[in-house]
Structure formats: C-alpha cells, structure tokens
C-alpha cells in the first residue's frame, strides 16, 4: 500500500497552472477564424488574380519596359500574398505589401497607359484587383485603417479611369457605377471580417471566462478537500494522542501515548505525504483489516476483541484505509464518551462482495444532530471519510447505547 511520495510530487510538479493550461486556449476560436479568413482570400485572390493576369496579357499589344515593372507590381506581391495566406505565414507581411504596391500601380496606372498611348474604352484588367487590394487591408492593417483602404483604393481606381479618358462623359456614368459597386463592396467585406472576428472573440472571452471559473472552483474545492483532510488528521492523531496521554497511568500506557504522539508529529510533518498515502486501489484483504482495529484497541488500551464474521475477502487499499480510519474514531468516540462500556467490535465480509464493520458500545449515547459545526470527530473523520470511497456510514445513538455502522460493496 505504499506510494512514492516523491513520485507524485514530481508527476503534480508537471501539471501546469489553471492559467497556463488556459493559455493556449485564449486565442483559440480567433485563430481559427483567422485561418479560415486567410484561406478564403487566397482562394478569392487567386481566382480573380488568373482573371487579371489573363487580360494584362490579352491586351498587351507590345511588352515594354513600362507594362513589364507594373506587371511586377502587381503580380509578383499578389503571389506572395496567396502563398502567405495558404501556407498561414508571414499573412500581415505579404497582405500588407501587396496592399500598398497595388495602390502604387493604381496611380501610375495612368502615365503607364498613356505613355503607351492606349486608351481603355472598357473595364482594364487592374479594375479586377481593387476589391482583392481591400482584403489584403482587411489581412493586414488595423481596423480603422481597413475602412479607410476600403474607400481609398474605389476613389483612386475612379480617377484613374477619369484621367484614362480625359474625363470625357461617357467616362463619367461607367467610372461611377464601377466606384459605386466596388467601394460597397469593400465595405461589405471589411464589416463581413469585423463581424466574423468580433464573434470569434466573444466566443474566446466566454471560453476563457468558464476556464477562469472553473479553476476557481477546482482550487477551492481542493483547498476545502485540504482542509478538512488536515482536520481529520489533526482529531484522528493528535486528539487521539492528547486523549491517551491524559488517560495513560502505567509505564504501558505512557509508552503507547508517546508512541501515538511521535506518530501524530511525523504525520503533520509529511501531511502532504499522509494524505498522498491515503491508500490505492491494490487488494487489502479483510484479515488485514481485522488485525488493524486489534491493533488499534491494543494501543487504546480499551477490553474488547474484533469479531471476524463471513468469508475473508479483499477491498482496495484506500477503501481498507477509510474503513480502519472511521472504525478508529468510532473506538476512540466510544472509549471517550462511553468510557469503553460494552464496546464491541465486528468486521463482516459479505461474499466477496463487499465488508461491514460495527462498532458498538453500552454509553449514555448522544443525538447527532446537536454536535456542533466545529466538531468534526464524526463529520469529517467518519462520515466525510466513508462518503470519499462511495462507502456510507449510519450512526445510531440512543439511552441503550451507540451502534457505528460502516459499510463498502463493491460496484
């Protein structure tokens, strides 16, 4: 029944914190929103960027040197952007890059077109990266910041077009309709992206609000569980021992006191140990148990025998412990308030299947629901003890005495 203390001091030594096993969690729905926000715009970008490409070079009539850098422009960071986004690397770096070139292209896009001598009746293949320039300041930039590249990019692309042709009127009426389409469009898309991360934060702030909770709770429910195994410690050995001490008048009884009182002191020395020891779920058969309540009546001192009942059987080792431990401070009720009269004594092994200890004594008796909050001999140290190894425990007290059943079966 023994168990390395200082393994599992070790083994405690490697959970984490309540907030260190949180900490990974904080950010857990955003990033996941993030990722799925960077996956669909290098999908988008990709599919509108091929449509783009494909018409720079319909349109091209002659590859010089000035339509060549703006391709580069624009192309080369657009690739780096769908890549970043795929791969969920350097996201903001290449959003943002690609961002600011495009807005660079879009006014050079002008002096490009003119200089080449072109003029563009229709829609040039530029028009069909505005929207994708928006959500790369969606990837990259703060959120005021997004609003503002969201109508920035529409009203720069309008007076490119207007310059294109000479703010002529036909010019007019299609360059209105385009601003007007894609400058709703990006804010759509930029309070789209608010909104899907602001969920996702609400949903991390309520996840790390129930973690909080939660370990709250977990810490105070273990400091209650300390507490009260401290006190049953305290009443169970050093009580017991001062109660000995006072009742001790032969050499014999003296020596069984100071043993019970170097025993009590090692115990609150290594209280952390002694409740780790509380017993495992290795087998203690019910002999064992028998031979340690006739220990426990040897060294009380007290005229009683344990009367061994059934077939011999086996229970786990911290259900024998609770057992020994509640059946002590029965005994030790029993010879304190009773002055031992009657005291009797019976483990029953029910068929394998379970075990049964009586304790009973001939006292004036007591009625169990007068005993005060601050008195823990039978809350905590029989009761509480038997309820933490599903076992029970029914106390019946009257003028003919009192009778302490405790009991175990096994599921």
Same mark, same amino acid.
């Given at each position: 029944m023994?168990?390395?203390a200082r393994?599992?001091?070790e083994a405690?030594?490697q ?8 900490? @990974?969690?904080?950010?857990?729905t955003?990033?996941?929103?993030? &990722? ?10 990709a599919a ?5 490409f494909?018409?720079?070079i ?20 657009l690739?780096?952007?769908?890549? +970043? ?6 996201v903001?770096?290449a959003?943002?890059?690609f961002?600011?070139? !495009? ?7 002008p002096v /490009?077109v ?12 530029? %028009? ?9 300041a969606? *990837? ?16 720069? !692309?309008?007076? /490119? ?9 036909? !010019?007019?009426?299609?360059?209105? %309709? ?14 789209? $992206?608010?909104? %899907?991360?602001?969920? =996702? ?6 996840r ?5 909770? !939660? $370990? ?6 273990? =400091?209650?569980?300390?507490?009260v *195994? ?8 050093v009580?017991?021992?001062l ?20 025993? +009590? ?9 002694s409740?780790a ?13 028998v031979a ?12 009683? /025998? ?9 229970v786990?080792? &911290? ?8 059946a002590?401070? +029965?005994?030790g009720?029993?010879l ?14 029910e068929s ?48 003919? @005495?009192? /009778?302490v ?7």
């Amino acid at each position: 029944m023994a168990v390395d203390a200082r393994g599992i001091r070790e083994a405690w030594n490697q959970i984490p914190s309540p907030g260190a096993a949180g900490a @990974g969690l904080e950010r857990f729905t955003g990033n996941r929103m993030e &990722r799925i926000l960077q996956i669909v715009i290098a999908l988008g970008s990709a599919a509108l960027g091929a449509q783009a490409f494909l018409g720079a070079i319909s349109t091209l009539s002659r590859l010089d040197a000035a339509h060549l850098a703006i391709l580069i422009l624009v192309f080369l960071p657009l690739a780096a952007m769908i890549v +970043a986004c795929l791969v969920g690397r350097f996201v903001r770096v290449a959003c943002g890059s690609f961002a600011i070139t !495009y807005m660079i292209a879009l006014l050079l896009w002008p002096v /490009v077109v003119i200089s080449a001598g072109r003029g563009a009746a229709d829609q040039p293949w530029i %028009f069909f990266l505005v929207n994708i320039g928006v959500v790369a300041a969606v *990837a990259a930039f703060p959120f005021a910041l997004q609003f503002v590249w969201a109508a920035a990019l529409p009203l720069v !692309y309008g007076w /490119v077009r207007l310059v294109q042709g000479g703010f002529s009127k036909e !010019y007019w009426i299609t360059t209105a %309709f385009d601003v007007t389409f894609t400058l709703i469009l990006g804010m759509v898309l930029v309070s789209l $992206a608010w909104m %899907f991360r602001s969920v =996702a934060a609400g949903v991390d702030e309520a996840r790390a609000k129930a973690v909080d909770t !939660y $370990a709250s709770a977990a810490a105070a429910t273990a =400091a209650e569980e300390e507490r009260v *195994a401290l006190a049953a410690l305290m009443h169970d050995s050093v009580l017991a021992a001062l109660i000995a001490a006072a009742r001790a008048e032969s050499d014999r009884e003296q020596d069984l006191a100071v043993g019970m009182a170097r025993e +009590a002191l090692t115990r609150l020395a290594n209280t952390e140990a002694s409740v780790a020891q509380e017993g495992t779920d290795e087998p203690v058969s019910t002999t064992g148990i028998v031979a340690e309540l006739r220990r426990t009546l040897s060294e009380q001192g007290a005229d009683a /025998v344990v009367e061994e009942r059934g077939e011999p059987g086996s229970v786990p080792g &911290r259900v024998a412990r609770a057992l020994v431990l509640a059946a002590r401070q +029965a005994i030790g009720n029993a010879l304190t308030h009773a002055a031992g009269r009657g005291l009797h004594v019976i483990v029953d092994a029910e068929s394998g299947t379970g075990v049964r200890v009586v304790v009973s004594d001939a006292g004036p008796g007591f009625d169990p629901e007068s005993i005060g909050e601050d008195r823990l001999g039978i809350r905590a140290s029989i009761l509480a003890r038997m309820a933490a190894v599903a076992g029970t425990a029914d106390i019946d007290s009257g003028d003919q @005495g009192t /009778v302490v059943t405790l009991g175990w079966e096994s599921a």
